[in-house]
C-alpha cells in the first residue's frame, strides 16, 4: 500500500495526473483509491471512444476489509461521477474481484474477459449511470 503511495500517487497526484483519497481511521490509513480520467471503447461497432472517470486503484487494509468500506468507496464514487454528471465509471478489475464490481454496478465491457477456466489477469468494467427513462420522459412531455 504504502510504496505505491509514495513513489507514484503522490507525485500524479501532484502533477495533476491523478487524483489519489486516502481514508483514516484513528490515524490509521485504512483505504485509498485513485482516479484518473481515461477514454474507453466499446466492442459495438460505431461506438466513439470517449472519456470516462476510471477507477486506476482501490485497496482496503486488510484488517479492515469485509465491514463495507470497498461498497462504500463504490457508492461514494458514484456521488462523485453524478456530481458532475459523468456518464461513465470503468475500472481494470482484477479478474478475482470482477464479481465483487459486478454486485456494485458494474458490468465488463469485453465478453472475452470472462473465461470460466481462469482466475488471473483483469476484466475491463464500466457502470453506465445514462438513464434511458429520464430521455423518454423528456421528448414524452
Ligand atoms: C476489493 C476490496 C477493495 C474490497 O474491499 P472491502 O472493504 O473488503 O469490501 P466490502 O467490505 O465492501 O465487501 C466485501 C464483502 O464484505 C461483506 N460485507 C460485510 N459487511 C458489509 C457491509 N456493511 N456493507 C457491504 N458489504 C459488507 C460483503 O458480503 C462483501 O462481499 P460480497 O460482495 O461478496 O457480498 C479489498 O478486498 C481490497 O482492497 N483488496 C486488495 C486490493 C484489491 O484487490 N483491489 C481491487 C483491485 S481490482
Do not use: C
Amino acid at each position: 500500500m504504502e510504496s505505491y503511495l509514495k513513489d507514484e500517487a503522490y507525485f500524479e497526484h501532484i502533477s495533476r495526473k491523478a487524483s489519489t483519497t486516502l481514508m483514516y481511521y484513528e490515524n490509521k490509513l485504512i483505504a485509498y483509491f485513485t482516479l484518473h480520467r481515461l477514454p474507453i471503447e466499446f466492442e459495438e461497432a460505431g461506438t466513439a471512444p470517449r472519456d470516462a472517470l476510471d477507477l486506476a486503484r482501490l485497496a482496503v487494509a486488510k484488517e479492515f476489509q469485509q465491514l463495507g468500506i470497498g461498497t462504500y468507496i463504490i457508492s461514494h464514487l458514484r456521488y462523485l461521477a453524478y456530481s458532475i454528471n459523468e456518464r461513465y465509471l470503468t475500472t481494470e478489475a482484477l479478474y478475482e474481484k470482477w464479481k465483487w464490481y459486478a454486485r456494485r454496478g458494474f458490468r465488463y465491457i469485453f465478453d472475452g474477459d470472462i473465461d470460466p477456466n481462469s482466475t488471473e489477469g483483469f476484466v475491463s468494467m464500466v457502470m453506465d449511470l445514462f438513464d434511458e427513462e429520464l430521455l423518454e420522459d423528456y421528448f414524452e412531455v
